[in-house]
């Protein structure tokens, strides 16, 4: 009766387990929720496969039509997030891209998703990178000010952006080049880490990758874009700075027409 005995118990065990782990409790973050593997499994079969691939490769059936490549999930870098430069993204960092897209690929809005959907197919792609297991990648997200109230003021605005000029002259334009149209001097040589060549982001676009508002484009200045040459200006830069840069910036902006360009980089 003893292995009988055994075997019941071990069920009971995984049951509570199970339990635990749908309910959320003491949940370890480098350990993979396989209640929502199964389910994370067949929403991304079933939404992403095509252009990230079976193996999470970013070389699915529709990749090598697109520019710029889909995002390969295999080294756990993200283009896209709130953390600091090479850190892991927040699971509401992953949220954001799935709900909202990324103007400018292939990458749509995936807003018929539910919500227990989106969070286990997040869990699903945990999976492709042994970064997720290791805690020395996580890191909290870096806290954003507030956007300055002389930003809504289109005169004291303009007098910002003066000085954010200079910055970015000094700063910007040897890759995104003087006009903010991505073709500096540097452009043509920079490549990410995938050994793909990396066009810096024509700054006049209506609607950046980054998002559209002010904020988005400081998130980019604080945490940078991992796995790019756009490193994190998060100790070069002091807040004004970085507002006078963003209000030069918005001088940039052309009329919000169809896509002004493309630019080869993986998501």
Partial sequence: MQPVTSLRSFFALASVLVMVARAGVAADPLTLDYSLYAQGKYIFERNCILCHGPRGDGS??????????????????????????????????????IRGGLT????????????????????????????WRKAENYAEAIPLPEQP???????????HADGGKQLFENICATC????GDGNGPTAATLKDMWNL???????????????????DVYRVLATGLSGTPMISYEGALTETQRWDLIAYIQTLKLPDV?????ANVRR
Avoid at 176 to 179: D, F, N
Wanted: overall charge positive; hydrophobic content about 30%; proline content about 9%.
């Fill in 197 to 215: 060549p990396c066009k810096p982001s024509d700054l006049r676009q209506p609607h950046l990758r980054c998002g559209d508002r002010p904020i």
């Fill in 104 to 131: 400018g690929t292939a990458m749509g809005m995936f807003t018929q998703l539910q919500d227990d959907e989106v969070r286990a197919v997040i869990e699903y792609v945990k999976s492709f990178s042994r970064r």
């Fill in 60 to 97: 699915g059936e529709l990749s090598k039509g697109l520019q710029p490549k889909p995002r390969s999930f295999r080294e756990g870098m993200f283009k896209f997030r709130s953390t600091p430069y090479g850190a892991l993204p927040t699971e509401d960092d992953l949220r954001v891209t």
């Fill in 149 to 159: 109230k002389w930003f809504e003021d289109e005169k004291v605005r303009g007098v």
């Fill in 258 to 262: 169809p896509t002004l360009g493309s």
């Fill in 176 to 179: 995104h080049g003087t006009k």
